[in-house]
């Protein structure tokens, strides 16, 4: 069962899974997933995560592993609505592990995120570091990651916990956790002028949705009761990014400055060796290459 399995990441998970020769169910309201990137192998169940009817497919279901990615990912979003960002995030996330108390599911595989950390007190984080969210949204991922542990921890539900850095691929969208990739992408399509906010100087851990997606099942075999941090360990500034483009962007890319964002962290990268030890993973995409292939897929 993958929930949001019709979203940006979920629907590469499901071609993934497919491909793999796994029968796959996913549950979705196409909320902002899209009904062309849910793969036509996979039993859709048009319906919303916080439902009644979503836990009764679950039930009836039983399925071996969930992957639970379905959420209100907007950061912005959750300033505006946090009591639906509640409702999606801690409440959805609560309706599933109930469903899961009653068959016996081999692992609930968690997609969680950086924005937990708040401004960390270090630029390299590790799972050691203490949560301190300072949005809504980090912190209902970072609720629901506290009921996932006490359901694992009182009723044995196996489970991995999933933060993700910043991932960027084809299907991504500027809304959500979007990002800057899929800014830039869909300015650049537009023939606009890229803008930078800031001096560009800033760093992220842009990780490509492909390995996240490796983690995902990885983590379905292998995790145990673990919090895991999936990034490449690397940072790249904006400017960087800028370059990168313009290797394969044919015209030249102008750009602009406006002023910082309000709130950002100036850098962030994760510390990915807990991950690549607990899941033998080990991220297969540099970001010159993820990059090239999510280019391509904007002009293709
Ligand atoms: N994209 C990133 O950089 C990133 C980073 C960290 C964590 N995450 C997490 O990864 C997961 C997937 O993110 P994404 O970027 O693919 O986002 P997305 O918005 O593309 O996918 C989310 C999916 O969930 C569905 N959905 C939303 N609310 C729902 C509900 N109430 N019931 C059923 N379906 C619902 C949407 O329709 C969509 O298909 C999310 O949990 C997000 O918090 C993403």
């Not at 809504?136 to 609720?143: E, I, P, R, V």
Request: with cysteine.
């Amino acid at each position: 069962m993958v929930t949001g399995g019709a979203g940006f990441i979920g629907s590469h998970l499901v071609d993934t899974l497919i491909s793999r020769g796994y029968c796959v169910h996913v549950i979705d309201n196409l909320s902002s997933g899209k009904k062309e990137y849910l793969n036509p192998s996979a039993i859709f169940h048009n319906m919303d995560i916080t439902s009644s009817e979503a836990y009764d497919v679950l039930l009836s279901e039983s399925p071996e592993y969930v992957f639970h990615l379905a959420a209100q990912a907007d950061v912005s979003r959750s300033t505006k609505w946090p009591f639906e960002d509640m409702q999606t995030n801690i409440a959805g996330t609560l309706n599933l592990l109930e469903a899961c108390r009653h068959f016996p599911v081999k692992s609930f595989v968690f997609s969680s995120t950086s924005a937990v950390y708040g401004n960390a007190p270090t630029d390299f984080i590790d799972e050691t570091c203490p949560p301190s969210p300072i949005s809504f949204y980090g912190l209902s991922k970072f609720t629901s990651e506290s009921y996932i542990k006490l359901y694992g921890d009182t009723f044995g539900i196996p489970f991995s916990i999933l933060r993700y850095g910043n991932v960027y691929g084809p299907r991504q969208t500027s809304k959500g956790e979007g990002g800057v990739i899929a800014v830039f992408l869909e300015t650049l399509m537009k023939n606009e002028s890229l803008k930078i906010n800031g001096d560009g100087l800033q760093t992220r851990d842009y990780v490509y949705v492909q390995d996240v997606v490796e983690a995902n099942i990885l983590a379905a075999a292998k995790g145990n009761q673990h919090i895991m941090q999936i990034g490449t360990g690397k940072k790249t500034s904006v400017l960087q990014l800028i370059n990168l483009l313009q290797n394969v962007h044919s015209k030249k890319i102008t750009s602009f400055h406006a002023q910082d964002r309000q709130g950002d962290i100036k850098h962030s990268c994760l510390d990915n060796r807990f991950a690549k030890r607990i899941l033998t993973w080990e991220p297969q995409f540099p970001i010159k290459d993820g990059l090239r292939k999510t280019y391509w897929s904007y002009t293709s």
